[in-house]
């Protein structure tokens, strides 16, 4: 809810043109008009005439000073936070000090007495009037001080996390972009002397794979580059296990512009194929299959599990551990990844918010999970 700024000598504000701020402020004015009128309320019926009074007074108040401070946030988040906060307290100083003199000039309608509970005549005498104004401004003042600092202090606090978190993800990201170079580099390397120009295609391969995983600018990418990403290592183990090797893609419905964690299905895809495709001699299927679910998007990803005389990898769960923690900081409490054998297979299931790279959305290309070329499965 905080502006975005680029550094810490800006002034931190909620946005106050949205609703939910809006709300707050409703809730924290009325909340404050119980407290005033339960502290000066003799009787029952003054109590009902009081909290009228005092709402709708603080009301006013508390929404114009939240109208002002929104068309005035671009402004003010380009000035420092002294010339910012100076200019946002004198936003809400003028706010209380015309609706306070447009309360007044109501008091002294004879049909609007009541409103403030003033005598008709009274309201308008100068001292009175001048009283009346100079009160409600210091303490608006008072107020506001105390809310800008609240918010600026609050919105440091969350940019700080943002960035820890940012850091966390970056320091992750990075952790877990050689996890896929290892058997890569040892099937050129079995390629070379056997078959030069699979280990050529092989080495192409894996310099696209490279130029999605190792740009450090994005930590996220769309689905359809991930997608184009783990088809890239699929074809890479194709040309390394041949026949042994198949993979069903059905993920056609997903959106490609929805935005995704780089490296989310790789690592998941490079597990089944290492850990349940390659210790059966027999080879298997892995099955990745997607859907959106209404503002969720749900990803699996399933292989057969090593049969009893296979010679299983054993493995130290990094990617999952890793996909987890990234998709936690990414999605706070709104993202998870199950891992669990079921049956004779190995299942990873993703949800994760779907978040578009843009308006609208459109299917994924035609091509993404299409058989791969017959000489990319020939070894």
């Known amino acids: 809810m905080a502006a975005p700024v680029r550094n810490g000598s800006h002034l931190e504000l909620p946005d106050f043109c949205a609703a939910r701020a809006t709300l707050a402020v409703v809730l924290i004015v009325t909340l404050i008009a119980v407290i005033l009128t339960i502290a000066r309320a003799d009787t029952l019926l003054h109590v009902w005439l009081d909290l009228a009074r005092i709402s709708l007074f603080l009301l006013w108040t508390g929404l114009g000073s939240a109208a002002l401070l929104c068309a005035l946030r671009p402004r003010l988040s380009s000035l420092s936070i002294g010339v910012a906060s100076a200019l946002a307290l004198g936003a809400i100083g003028l706010v209380v000090a015309l609706i306070s003199l447009a309360a007044s000039i109501l008091a002294a309608q004879p049909d609007l007495a009541f409103l403030t509970g003033a005598h008709p005549l009274r309201a308008l005498l100068p001292l009175d009037l001048g009283g009346f104004v100079a009160r409600n401004v210091t303490v608006g003042l ?212 779907y978040t578009p790279a843009e308006q609208g959305s459109e299917p994924l290309a035609a091509d993404v999970g299409a058989p791969l070329p017959a000489n990319a499965a020939s070894l």
Request: aromatic residues 6%.
């Open 142 to 353: 008072i107020v506001g001080g105390l809310a800008l600092r609240y918010f600026h202090v609050a919105g440091e606090w969350r940019r700080n996390v943002e960035m820890q978190a940012r850091a966390r993800v970056d320091a992750l990201q990075a952790r877990i972009r050689p996890h896929f170079l290892y058997n890569s580099m040892n099937t050129i390397a079995a390629l070379t002397r056997s078959d030069p120009e699979q280990a050529e295609r092989c080495i192409e391969d894996l310099s696209d794979l490279f130029r999605v995983s190792l740009d450090e600018r994005r930590s996220r990418i769309t689905l359809q580059e991930e997608l184009q990403a783990a088809r890239t290592y699929q074809q890479i183990e194709q040309r390394r296990l041949g026949a042994r090797l198949q993979v069903q893609w059905d993920v056609g419905t997903l959106p490609a512009r929805a935005l995704v964690p780089s490296l989310l299905l790789q690592p998941l895809l490079e597990n089944a194929i290492n850990h349940g495709i390659e210790p059966r001699h027999e080879g298997g299927t892995v099955t990745i299959s997607g859907v959106l679910d209404g503002e969720v998007i749900g990803l699996t990803v399933r292989n057969p599990l090593p049969g009893p005389g296979a010679i299983a990898h054993e493995g130290n769960r990094i990617a999952l551990d890793n996909i987890r923690e990234r998709l936690s900081l990414m999605y706070p409490r709104r993202a998870e990844l199950e891992a669990a054998r079921v049956g004779d297979e190995f299942v990873v299931r993703l949800r994760f918010p």
